[in-house]
Protein backbone atom coordinates (compact mmCIF):
# COMPACT_ATOMS: atom_id res chain seq x y z
CA UNK A 1 0.00 0.00 0.00
CA UNK A 2 1.06 3.36 -1.26
CA UNK A 3 -0.20 6.86 0.39
CA UNK A 4 0.11 9.75 -1.23
CA UNK A 5 -0.17 12.72 0.61
CA UNK A 6 -0.93 16.63 -1.33
CA UNK A 7 -2.27 19.62 -1.19
CA UNK A 8 0.27 21.87 0.71
CA UNK A 9 1.12 25.19 -0.01
CA UNK A 10 1.96 28.67 1.43
CA UNK A 11 -0.95 30.98 2.28
CA UNK A 12 -1.65 33.78 4.64
CA UNK A 13 -2.97 33.68 7.83
CA UNK A 14 -6.97 33.12 7.35
CA UNK A 15 -7.13 31.36 4.15
CA UNK A 16 -7.40 27.89 3.25
CA UNK A 17 -6.39 24.40 1.84
CA UNK A 18 -7.62 21.13 1.39
CA UNK A 19 -5.03 18.73 1.60
CA UNK A 20 -5.56 14.89 -0.26
CA UNK A 21 -4.53 11.67 0.78
CA UNK A 22 -4.55 8.86 -1.75
CA UNK A 23 -3.92 5.31 -1.16
CA UNK A 24 -3.30 2.74 -3.69
CA UNK A 25 -2.72 -1.48 -3.99
CA UNK A 26 -5.44 -1.94 -1.58
CA UNK A 27 -9.01 -0.79 -0.46
CA UNK A 28 -9.11 1.66 2.92
CA UNK A 29 -12.52 0.45 3.50
CA UNK A 30 -11.29 -1.18 7.11
CA UNK A 31 -8.76 1.37 8.00
CA UNK A 32 -9.07 4.70 9.84
CA UNK A 33 -6.88 7.63 8.43
CA UNK A 34 -4.90 10.08 10.84
CA UNK A 35 -3.65 13.05 9.78
CA UNK A 36 -0.70 13.99 11.65
CA UNK A 37 1.56 17.13 11.59
CA UNK A 38 5.49 18.26 12.94
CA UNK A 39 6.34 21.65 13.49
CA UNK A 40 9.60 22.91 13.28
CA UNK A 41 11.39 21.26 16.44
CA UNK A 42 7.74 19.49 17.32
CA UNK A 43 6.91 16.34 17.89
CA UNK A 44 4.62 14.29 15.41
CA UNK A 45 0.54 14.82 16.48
CA UNK A 46 -2.62 13.68 15.46
CA UNK A 47 -5.12 16.73 14.18
CA UNK A 48 -7.07 14.44 12.73
CA UNK A 49 -8.49 10.93 12.08
CA UNK A 50 -11.12 9.63 10.15
CA UNK A 51 -13.00 5.66 9.73
CA UNK A 52 -14.33 5.18 6.79
CA UNK A 53 -16.20 2.12 7.18
CA UNK A 54 -18.52 4.98 9.09
CA UNK A 55 -17.16 7.71 9.05
CA UNK A 56 -16.60 8.46 12.88
CA UNK A 57 -14.02 11.25 13.02
CA UNK A 58 -11.37 12.91 15.75
CA UNK A 59 -10.43 16.17 16.06
CA UNK A 60 -7.66 17.89 17.79
CA UNK A 61 -8.60 20.80 19.99
CA UNK A 62 -6.47 22.98 17.75
CA UNK A 63 -8.22 21.36 14.36
CA UNK A 64 -12.05 21.44 15.75
CA UNK A 65 -14.50 23.89 14.27
CA UNK A 66 -11.61 25.28 11.66
CA UNK A 67 -10.47 21.69 9.91
CA UNK A 68 -12.99 19.31 8.39
CA UNK A 69 -12.41 15.45 7.24
CA UNK A 70 -14.16 13.87 4.52
CA UNK A 71 -13.83 10.57 2.53
CA UNK A 72 -14.01 9.17 -0.75
CA UNK A 73 -14.15 5.16 -0.60
CA UNK A 74 -14.97 4.90 -4.29
CA UNK A 75 -11.76 7.00 -5.15
CA UNK A 76 -9.71 5.48 -2.04
CA UNK A 77 -9.04 8.86 -0.97
CA UNK A 78 -9.61 11.04 2.29
CA UNK A 79 -9.24 14.59 2.48
CA UNK A 80 -8.56 17.33 5.16
CA UNK A 81 -9.73 20.82 4.61
CA UNK A 82 -8.25 23.46 6.36
CA UNK A 83 -9.92 27.14 7.34
CA UNK A 84 -9.22 29.86 9.29
CA UNK A 85 -5.49 28.61 9.12
CA UNK A 86 -2.94 30.54 11.64
CA UNK A 87 0.93 31.12 11.17
CA UNK A 88 1.04 28.28 14.39
CA UNK A 89 -0.25 25.32 12.09
CA UNK A 90 2.69 25.48 9.95
CA UNK A 91 4.17 21.99 9.82
CA UNK A 92 4.87 18.93 7.32
CA UNK A 93 1.02 17.09 7.67
CA UNK A 94 1.22 13.21 7.14
CA UNK A 95 -1.10 10.98 6.21
CA UNK A 96 -1.16 7.28 7.58
CA UNK A 97 -3.37 4.67 7.73
CA UNK A 98 -4.74 1.85 10.64
CA UNK A 99 -6.11 -1.36 10.19
CA UNK A 100 -9.72 -1.00 12.09
CA UNK A 101 -9.02 -4.37 13.91
CA UNK A 102 -6.37 -2.76 16.37
CA UNK A 103 -9.03 -0.58 17.73
CA UNK A 104 -10.49 2.89 17.72
CA UNK A 105 -8.30 3.61 21.06
CA UNK A 106 -5.02 3.49 18.90
CA UNK A 107 -5.52 6.28 16.64
CA UNK A 108 -2.96 8.43 18.47
CA UNK A 109 -0.43 5.82 18.77
CA UNK A 110 1.75 6.45 15.92
CA UNK A 111 3.15 3.60 16.03
CA UNK A 112 0.64 1.76 15.61
CA UNK A 113 -0.43 3.11 12.06
CA UNK A 114 0.21 0.33 9.57
CA UNK A 115 1.21 2.92 6.47
CA UNK A 116 2.76 6.34 5.81
CA UNK A 117 2.19 9.25 3.22
CA UNK A 118 5.22 11.45 2.47
CA UNK A 119 4.01 14.64 4.01
CA UNK A 120 2.68 17.29 2.48
CA UNK A 121 4.57 20.99 3.84
CA UNK A 122 1.41 23.98 5.13
CA UNK A 123 3.19 27.29 5.40
CA UNK A 124 1.16 30.45 6.96
CA UNK A 125 2.23 33.34 7.15
CA UNK A 126 0.90 36.60 9.28
Known amino acids: VQLQASGGGTVQAGASLRLSCAASGRTFSRHTVGWFRQAPGKERDLVAAIRLRDLLTYYADSAKGRFTLSGDNARNSVYLQLSSLKPEDTAVYYC????????????????????WGQGTLVTVSS
Open 96 to 115: AAIEDRKGWSRISDQNSYNY
